[in-house]
């Protein structure tokens, strides 16, 4: 059965920080590339940030600079550190694990944690 468990939203003044966390289990973590997707009331779940298998980074340019994704190392777990944070950072995070094959695609999703930012 495969999980993904994500921590540390909450409630931050603007320009804080928050470090969320997503840990995997059930899958060959080494072979998925990580995404941290977020969505805001209203609106569309999009992407935020990334790291890939082989631990290169990709970000939104809304993030670009304030945050940054890492892990995806043995312990099967994933961060996206976020600093700065404004109130348009607001939206509920998800963590994806995402592979593809010739054949077929993996997609798996964790339940999400709330980020407000707001003072």
């Known amino acids: 059965q495969v999980q993904l468990v994500e921590s540390g939203g909450g409630l931050v003044q603007p320009g804080g920080s928050l470090r969320l966390s997503c840990a995997a289990s059930?899958?060959?973590?080494?072979?998925?590339?990580m995404n941290w997707y977020h969505q805001a009331p209203g609106k569309q779940r999009e992407l935020v940030a990334g790291?890939?298998?082989?631990?290169?980074?990709n970000y939104a340019d809304s993030v670009e600079g304030r945050f940054t994704s890492s892990g995806h190392n043995a312990k099967n777990t994933v961060y996206l550190q976020m600093n700065s944070l404004k109130p348009e950072d607001t939206a509920v995070y998800y963590c994806?694990?995402?592979?593809?094959?010739?054949?077929?695609?993996?997609?798996?999703w964790g339940q999400g944690t709330q980020v407000t930012v707001s003072s």
């Open positions: 790291i890939t298998s082989g631990g290169h980074t």
């Open positions: 059930g899958i060959s973590f080494s072979i998925y590339d």
């Open positions: 994806n694990a995402h592979y593809s094959s010739f054949k077929r695609e993996y997609d798996y």
